[in-house]
């Protein structure tokens, strides 16, 4: 067999050409050949879309549009019946890995029973698992470190992260399925797989892959009769027969892809795989239109470069605020559908904070009756279940105080009316009710008869409606033969879903997903369906990994505190034609006419750059100096972010608008991010203030 690869700068058709060559495949009359498409988790929708919109084919049954996790599960997780971790349950399972290994912790002894820890130490073992390291590698990446006085802490820090990966392995071995560590385990199901051998393998959409990942990629390429990987590189700027890593620039645009192609160059010749002619891709169709856009793509990081004159194709606005930049874009897309003819998929909206614009995308695009879809995960940490099940169990647990109460009566899952919420809450303000007053079988007359403004017997027949199912729980939690005030995660979980059912949470949940469906709101739909199985799976998890093991109330209102804060669920666009609002990273869509770029500030673009790992750049440079490779340090994302800009301004072909706030929600001055530098000195007077976007 051999590998190809398909080379070319953004915009020169690489995607266009896998597809265009999987349709011709799958239009061969006899054919049975299998065929696989590998991308990115966020890309496959987008990719089986593509494929689909050829009107020659109507369906297909011999081509897989796979992710990595997806074809890990298709090689081996589906032939099991061990439980599969999700990231939440190898959190839970690392948090009672640190509580019962606390004596023996080195560093983390202090904060082992924080399940912000279990966050942290979770992450890190993944990002062990995904560039395939284990327990020995660590031993001998100790070994390295203790020969540098000053790598004192760092030995002391992977000496606590060794002990936590060994323990994890052994507790899940036999019982749970990781599918970080289940990518290295499939390699070995490569050549067994039918859809597999002997099949077309394209590759497409990677800027990089990790150790895990090429691991996998090498077993497929020895079992394919072909495969062609497409990269976004210049062909020009390396040598394509020998690359040499030495040679590359560090600063380059395409710093990352040519560093990925050396690594494939180096697999391939390691496997003794021929290596055809590449496909080099040097004319940027997507700009055909738009030489403005043909202009910036080749231009925009150059130092010194010809300008080109101003166009209305390419704006760089300068807003007031967030608020302003949204309205404008609306009023933007609104102009593009009407006066252009475009369509609202031709339009994408990319914002790096999405979580700091989205509210504004919503409230305006809404106003605006503008279509969109925001491509991002949801958090589920705002369900009104959620606000219920923590909410009391904060009550329950920590001494009845109103406020926990209260949020409980909000969250619009208890049978009792909202007037008499307010009643209630009223005259707790008025007399400061305490815990203990909450949890006192004395009737409540604090207004006194001489008091009109409160009907006290009105209110403690609510009160007593509040608190019965409250004190009931309170007394399952806590029995009176139980001095140690300890519990078993099975009666725990069995205690909430008892209470819960008996408030009618599910039934609530099925007729809002019934009222949702009526007004056509199938987003709302989706999230209901999917929620209650993943708060299931949640407290299946929590049974499984503390099977047999006694904790306080507390403890599992920590853990599950942590585990809601990290439930989030994932949407696909419920129709076709509406504005994609996501990310660059996720904003994958080949037929974008027009793109704007919000909140383009030093800072926020193209990527935020953030650290909350246990492992500080210090720890990771020197681990990389012992020839024991991670994740990316902060120096090597700070570099990566040129390329991701250039890929946030070749999204469009035809039109391009960046914006950035002056002030943030706050007032305080925001600096632009110095890519819109590199983009005005293409051009001739792009900047635009814009001051009444209000009026």
């Not at 439980?83 to 912790?105: A, E, T």
């Not at 009407?338 to 919503?362: F, L, P, T, W």
Request: charge should be negative.
């Amino acid at each position: 067999m051999a590998v190809q690869f398909i080379l070319g700068r953004s915009g020169t058709g690489k995607t266009s050409c896998c597809i265009r060559a999987i349709v011709g495949a799958l239009l061969e009359p006899v054919d049975e050949q299998p065929l696989i498409l590998l991308v990115p988790e966020q890309a496959t929708y987008q990719a089986e879309r593509a494929i689909l919109s050829d009107k020659r084919i109507a369906g297909y049954n011999r081509l897989r549009v796979l992710s990595f996790d997806r074809l890990q599960f298709l090689l081996s997780g589906k032939n099991t019946a061990r439980p599969q971790l999700s990231r939440i349950g190898r959190q839970m399972i690392v948090h009672r890995i640190l509580r019962d290994s606390k004596s023996k912790l080195k560093i983390f002894e202090s904060s082992a029973n924080r399940p912000g820890l279990g966050r942290q130490m979770a992450e890190t073992i993944a990002e062990l698992h995904q560039y395939a390291k284990t327990p020995d590698d660590i031993d001998q990446l100790l070994g390295e470190l203790q020969k540098d006085e000053r790598n004192s802490l760092a030995v002391l820090k992977f000496a606590d992260i060794g002990l936590i990966l060994k323990e994890y392995l052994k507790f899940i071995e036999g019982r749970f399925i990781d599918p970080d560590i289940q990518l290295n385990r499939a390699c070995g199901a490569v050549a067994k797989a039918d859809f597999v051998k002997g099949a077309k393998l394209w590759v497409d959409g990677f800027a990089g892959f990790t150790t895990a990942e090429l691991a996998i990629l090498a077993e497929l390429l020895k079992v394919v009769a072909d495969a062609k990987i497409a990269l976004c590189l210049d062909p020009s700027n390396i040598d394509l027969s020998n690359p040499d890593a030495e040679k590359l620039d560090p600063v380059g645009i395409f710093g990352p892809t040519e560093r990925t192609y050396i690594a494939l160059i180096e697999l391939i010749k390691k496997c003794k795989l021929r290596l055809a002619e590449p496909i080099i891709l040097d004319e940027a169709v997507r700009f055909s239109s738009c030489p403005q856009l043909a202009h910036i793509e080749r231009n925009a990081f150059k130092l010194e470069t010809s300008k080109i004159p101003a166009a209305d194709n390419i704006r760089i606005i300068s807003a007031p605020n967030g608020r302003a930049e949204v309205q404008f874009v609306a009023r933007q897309i609104l102009e593009l559908v009407k006066e252009k003819d475009y369509r609202y998929r031709d339009i994408a909206v990319i914002a790096s904070d999405i979580d700091g614009y989205q509210h504004y995308i919503r409230a305006y695009f809404d106003d605006y009756e503008i279509p969109f879809f925001i491509d991002k995960r949801k958090p589920l940490n705002q369900h009104a279940a959620i606000q219920l099940i923590c909410s009391v169990l904060q009550a329950v647990t920590g001494g009845f105080f109103s406020s926990d109460i209260f949020a409980y009566l909000k969250a619009d899952l208890v049978p009792i009316e909202r007037r008499d919420v307010d009643v209630l809450e009223n005259y707790c303000l008025a007399f400061g009710i305490s815990g203990d007053d909450w949890q006192s079988e004395k009737k409540w007359d604090f207004a006194g008869e001489e008091n009109g403004d409160f009907d006290e017997e009105r209110i403690n027949k609510i009160r007593l409606k509040v608190s019965g199912p409250l004190l009931e729980l309170r007394d399952r939690l806590y029995t009176g033969d139980n001095p140690a005030k300890t519990i078993r995660a099975e009666e725990f979980t069995r205690i909430i879903f008892d209470f819960i059912d008996g408030l009618g949470v599910r039934e609530r949940i099925r007729s809002w997903v019934g009222e949702a469906a009526e007004r056509k709101d199938y987003t709302a739909v989706d999230e209901h369906l999917q929620f209650y199985d993943k708060l299931v799976d949640i407290f299946d998890e929590l049974v499984e990994v503390f099977a047999g093991q006694e904790m306080s109330c507390e403890d599992y209102v920590a853990i599950l505190d942590s585990a809601f804060s990290q439930l989030t669920l994932a949407f696909i666009p419920p129709t076709l034609d509406q504005v994609l609002v996501g990310s660059i990273e996720r904003s994958r869509h080949p037929d974008l006419k027009a793109v704007f770029l919000v909140g383009a500030t030093q800072r926020q673009f193209p990527v935020p750059v953030s650290f909350d790992s246990i492992l500080s750049e210090d720890d990771r440079s020197a681990a990389e100096s012992a020839d024991f490779p991670l994740a990316a340090t902060a120096s090597q994302m700070l570099a990566e972010r040129q390329y991701l800009a250039y890929i946030a301004f070749t999204r469009p072909s035809e039109f391009l608008c960046v914006t950035y706030p002056s002030a943030d929600d706050k007032g305080s001055a925001m600096v632009r991010s110095q890519f819109i530098d590199n983009l005005e000195s293409l051009k001739e007077k792009i900047i635009q203030p814009l001051m009444n976007i209000c009026s």
